[in-house]
């Protein structure tokens, strides 16, 4: 058994990647892993390379809450890196917030997981309205988005 440190989110740790499980403790692989949790969403740098963003559950995304998003995944990413969104909470996000978060300099790469046909079809519809500065696609599994991802790394 890994050891337990509480610091505000429950991850599980494999030799890769790192999923979040809710809210309390965490556990690693020896390696500490920085989380900032934000009005919106929570964000770290797996194991693997790659930023991951966690939207909170019914969350509706301003440009405020857009940029403080934004400056949270600047915080975590050393340089740049590939970005993987996991968008199954979110509940809405305003126009203005997606000009801010679609034009980051310091992602490679952006993935967004979005596991139902009509957040799919929102995200996509985002990513052909914004076109964001880096590579992007919708995915309905995070697999394949990290698949995906790792050729940016």
């Not at 999923?19 to 740098?45: M, P, Q, V």
């Not at 693997?48 to 939207?55: E, K, L, S, Y």
Request: aromatic share 8%; with cysteine; hydrophobic share 40%.
């Amino acid at each position: 058994m890994e050891p337990r440190q509480r610091v505000g989110a429950i991850l599980k740790a494999d030799e890769n990647e790192v999923h979040l499980l809710g809210y309390g403790t965490y556990d690693f692989s020896g390696n500490k892993i920085k989380i900032i949790e934000t009005t919106t969403a929570r964000i770290w740098l797996r194991q693997d390379g790659i930023a991951q963003v966690n939207v909170k559950y019914g969350v509706k995304i301003s440009p405020l809450s857009g940029n403080e998003l934004m400056k949270a995944v600047q915080d975590v990413i050393p340089g740049k890196c590939p970005l993987i969104v996991d968008a199954t909470q979110l509940h809405s996000i305003t126009m203005d917030a997606k000009v801010v978060l679609f034009k980051a300099r310091n992602i490679k790469a952006l993935a967004i997981v979005a596991p139902t046909w009509v957040a799919r079809t929102t995200a996509e519809n985002l990513l052909k309205s914004n076109r964001p500065l880096c590579p992007a696609k919708v995915f309905k599994y995070e697999k394949e988005a990290v698949k995906w991802l790792k050729q940016y790394r």
